[in-house]
């Protein structure tokens, strides 16, 4: 066995096979995979096998893509069989609301080149002969789809790999790990000790053991899923024996079962309620390549639905039930990216679909550990979109939530309630007095909406505008026309200290940190090709002293880069301060006359500019970091204060607001100001995979400074030409249905030629609004465009940016 390898890989499932494999196609033939005991004993050996494209995310859309288009040129790479079958994927529709689902994902199907067919009941018929098709209304079909051998796909990705120079260790179990003075890492093993550079986790069902030899705890925790295999099918004997070809994989999303063919019987996958997450502690020494005993009784409502839906199954017997672990998240995505907090040690866990990701997963963390980016927005997936509030006890209950909704309608605004409410801030209490409807993100409880009174204060969650929609619209008028208070506590906060704090910002963000105390600017971190990686907001508070805020979403993500790009000198200093600071936002025409009421700061134009912030008291709170920003676009402060005064705070300025209309705020209301602003969202309309210069902020883009991340790649673009634009579209004829992102935008009748990051309705400027991307041929101001929405397309106009208030009279009020 080697003694030093640039990688090793833990984990000879299907998912650390393809991450050696492709670290090997990349030219880094010095890797290494040690496996405890054989390939595929995990989870791998006893999966179904399928290889559904299906999936809301764009991130992991792109994935399961990959691996399929991988798999299919596999055996002639390697001579060794794997097992596809291309008999596609059929999904039914029994609402409306399922099909909405459908033709939303179709949106992200086209942007990502995913082949797919909506069809009829009768062509599902024709499809299926064997099933019942009377009351459906409708299917969404992929041609592409089907399902594959695991153990053969892995065994052809360990012969490629090891064609390329990889070796594998069997048997080789790791007994612990130590971070090396040089930032190696030397594995400990059964057989001897391995240095490397690098190490990959994707050890499955052992994730939370394996993190825990680097001092982390990876929200990764299985759940028990069960399958059905039967007896031969006479129907289906007499089918295939009359010619038919090899039915698709059928999937009732309705009555949440997959049914496919299995030598001429059927396998059967629900994915029931009451299914138990297991190993949360970790797996016991005495469970190997094992299984637990099956449980009909919980499967017998999908059995029924099977029954109904395909009669043929009711005749067939029982073969067996396969019940194994399998790895979930408590959103249901995989954690494919960089460990938090330590360095050089990548995540590759959490695969519930590992078989259809294992590929594309592969692909993407060889890409980010080889060229130090991945060549994709893998935002959806980077393990640090979680944090500290994933407790074994959370996860537990997240995880088994997140199974029983693999095949529940994914609405854009749902908002799922088990786990919750956990992390709140202070005046959570009062907001839920006063009609707050809530929201989750990163833990945080967050007011989306506001019931007034009477107004039954919950979610009908839809495709389409549905209750809150009016009641938004009046949030939104309160700001543009009096004045509004969003509770927005769960924003990233760091304070920056120390002598090389300046320098430190500088080199890290594309624009200048300000050089005076009191101002403060917006700018962001950038990744090596010039795409978007973080946004802050920077406020000088002192000499060598900053106020850096970012999203609520990305405290693990940027507290991690932070720390990590920091000097190991010692000249600065990162002091992380979300939960210590509270943050309310008054904004509207009438803020500068609420908050006046409560402090003795001048408030006017000359003493408070605009993009400037002052250390303030408001009433009797001290140290408030007050700053003339906001996110909607109005005359308005952000007030970052000590966290223990927030019911202080908030209580006095509902009582200095009372005269001047003062109302609650919440996100949904927000996002439909701020595109009203044109204003880029972070992890949406921001992401790596469009630079800077394409987001249309060159503005913030310092070009004469002397270096800064992510330069080199904007000056290659500013020199080449720039191959998409930032938009912003107006809508035509819509009624009940506006855009949510990832609609993809095409010519009148023709090619498609960008796609949606965002869409909303806008209440304020009583348009439909889109914001997006587009081929920069096709960016100028008044072209015509289509957008898809809900399978129907939608005369769209670029328009200029800023359809509210385009000069910033209100912001500069």
Known sequence: ?????????????????????????????????????????????????????????????????????????????????????????????CSRDRMDEYHKYCGTANTIGVPFEIITPQQVKELWPLCETDDLVGALYHPDDGHIAPVDVTNAMAKGARNRGAEIYLRTEVLGVEAQFGGEWLIKTNKGDITCEHVVCATGNYARQTGRLFGIEVPAIPVQHQYIVTDVCEEMKAYRDGGGRELAVLRESDASYYLREERLGYILGPYEAGAPAVFADGVPETFGQDLFPGDLDRLMPH??????????????????????????????????????????????????????????????????????????????????????????????????????????????DEEREDARPAKTSPIYDKLDRLGAVWGQRYGWERANWFAPPGVEGKDHWSFRRTNWWEHVGNECRTVRERVGIIDLSPFTKHEITGPGAAAFLNQLCANSVPKKAGRTCLTHALTVTGGVRSEFTITKLADERYFVVSSGAAERYDGDYLNKMKPADGSVDIR??????????????????????????????????????????????????????????????????????????????????????????????????????????????????????????????????????????????????????????????????????NEPLFLPGGEMIGRATAGVYGHYVQKTLALGYVQSAHADIGTELEIEILGERKPAKIIPESPYDPDNNSLRG
């Open 303 to 412: 059995v029924e639905a099977a029954i109904k839906r395909v009669p043929s199954f009711e005749k067939v017997g029982i073969k067996d039930i396969v019940n194994g672990p399998i790895s979930y998240t408590p959103d249901g995505s995989p954690l494919i990216g960089p460990a938090w907090g330590v360095r050089n040690v990548w995540l590759n866990e959490g695969h519930s679909f590992g078989v259809t990701a294992a590929g594309g997963a592969g692909w993407q963390l060889a890409e980010w550990i080889v060229e130090g980016e991945p060549g994709i927005d893998m935002l959806a997936t980077d393990p640090r979109r979680f944090g500290p509030y994933t407790s074994k006890a959370y996860t537990v209950k997240k995880n088994e939530e997140t199974y029983r909704n693999v095949f529940t309608v994914h609405y854009p």
């Open 1 to 93: 066995m080697k003694t030093h390898a640039r990688v090793v890989v833990i984990g000879g499932g299907v998912v650390g096979v393809g991450t050696l494999y492709h670290l090997a196609k990349k030219g880094w033939s010095d890797v290494v995979l040690v496996e405890r005991t054989e390939l595929t004993a995990g989870s791998t050996w006893h999966a179904a096998g399928l290889l559904p494209l299906f999936n809301m995310s764009y991130t992991v859309g792109q994935l399961h893509k990959y691996s399929v288009d991988l798999y299919k040129s596999l055996e002639e790479e390697t001579g060794q069989d794997v097992g596809f079958h291309v008999n596609g994927n059929l999904r039914l529709a």
């Open 576 to 741: 992380n301060v979300t939960t210590s600071r509270g943050t309310l936002v008054v904004a509207g025409p009438r803020s500068r006359d609420v908050l006046s009421r409560l402090t003795d700061t001048p408030l006017d134009n000359d003493n408070f500019p605009w993009l400037t912030a002052r250390t303030i008291e408001v009433g009797l709170a001290p140290d408030v970091y007050a700053l003339r920003v906001n996110f909607v676009g109005d005359l308005g402060w952000e007030l970052h204060h000590p966290i223990e005064y927030q019911h202080h705070i908030f209580d006095r300025l509902l009582e200095a607001g009372e005269e001047f209309g003062l109302g609650q705020v919440g996100m949904r209301a927000m996002e439909s100001l701020r595109i009203e602003k044109s204003y880029r969202m972070w992890g949406t309309d921001l992401t790596p995979e469009y630079s800077l210069l394409e987001a249309g902020l060159d503005r913030f883009a310092r070009m004469n400074k002397p270096n800064f991340n992510g330069k080199a790649a904007l000056e290659r673009q500013l020199a080449e030409g720039l191959p998409n634009r930032f938009v912003t579209l107006e809508v035509a004829d819509t009624t009940d249905a506006d855009g949510w992102g």
